[in-house]
């Protein structure tokens, strides 16, 4: 399974779709072997993996980063607010690294990875439908409830492993 | 010699701003009688119920801190596990100034609905310590 090919060129076609945002969507039918890049910023790993696995900036436009990074204090009911310094640094990090489709049917950006088309797609084949309610997965958002390497920005199938 | 590694050890820690859990009880008592002039000191039993009971919202500390907390703890809205509060089974818990305050900030938020005194801030921190 892959990613769609615009996660492949984020920087090369961030321009593109920053000017198209919300338009641009492509179906995965390339198939050879897109991995989330394993990234490097401190206070993003340090700041954004505390409650959940640091999510890949890939995942989700800019648009959605900037509506995630100016709601932290109200972050999915909970309280993740950061100094405005701290804020501003990992915003610019997420941007310079933003993937691509992320709208809502009434063109608000979504603030979830998990409510994209890419993920609702790639995660629909061979997951049983109850898989995202037990209780040893929780949460769709729990990524490294099945991807026992998240941490590392490992997503490959030699770290999957679906839990009871 | 042990006492020369010792003061090195300090000396290098003071100067990475980590701290000791017993720097912290030292300054929540200081905050303590500050806030109430009536202040007599920290309690483990007090912090205990502080840690496990709700106050008034959804959630306790033992929520994600589990009930036990030198036990793996398990964030309740996320899955995420969390290392054992207690610093008898987490040595990192309570050396890092910024990172107790955000913290204190954040759940005592979502436990309170507002900031935790100093009092009970050093309630619970006697509390973790008490558990070996």
Not at chain 1, 46 to 75: F, N
Request: charged share 25%.
């Amino acid at each position: 399974m892959s990613l769609p090919y615009w996660s492949r060129w984020p920087v090369l076609l961030s321009g593109v779709l920053l000017a198209t945002a919300g338009a641009a969507f492509a179906d995965d039918d390339d198939d050879d072997n897109a991995r989330i890049r394993p990234l490097n910023h401190a206070a993003w790993r340090q700041e954004c993996s505390t409650c959940h696995i640091a999510y890949p900036p890939q995942l989700l436009p800019a648009v959605s980063w900037r509506a995630i990074m100016k709601g932290l204090d109200q972050h999915f009911g909970t309280d993740a607010s950061l100094d405005p310094q701290q804020q501003a640094d990992i915003l610019r990090f997420l941007e310079a690294n933003a993937g691509g489709e992320g709208r809502s049917r009434r063109g608000e950006p979504l603030l979830r990875i998990t409510e994209t088309r890419w993920f609702v797609h790639e995660h629909s084949e061979e997951l049983p439908k109850d898989i995202w309610s037990r209780p040893s997965i929780k949460s769709a958002a729990n990524c490294n409830a099945c991807h026992t390497a998240a941490e590392r920005d490992d997503y490959s199938e030699h770290t999957l492993r679906i839990p009871k | 010699m042990r006492f020369a590694f010792i003061t090195v050890l300090l000396v290098l820690s003071f100067s990475t701003h980590a701290e000791t859990p017993a720097d912290f009880q030292k300054q929540f008592a200081a905050q303590a009688q500050q806030e109430n002039p009536a202040f007599t000191g920290f309690s483990a039993e007090q912090g205990q119920r502080f840690y496990a009971n709700t106050h008034g919202k959804e959630w306790s500390c033992a929520s994600c801190h589990s009930q036990n907390p030198k036990a793996i703890g398990q964030h309740i809205a996320t899955g995420k596990t969390l290392a054992p509060l207690a610093p008898a089974a987490s040595p990192e818990r309570f050396t890092r100034p910024d990172k107790v305050e955000k913290w204190f900030k954040r759940n005592c938020n979502e436990v309170l609905g507002r900031a935790c005194t100093a009092q009970e801030k050093g309630d619970v921190l006697s509390y973790l310590l008490s558990v070996r």
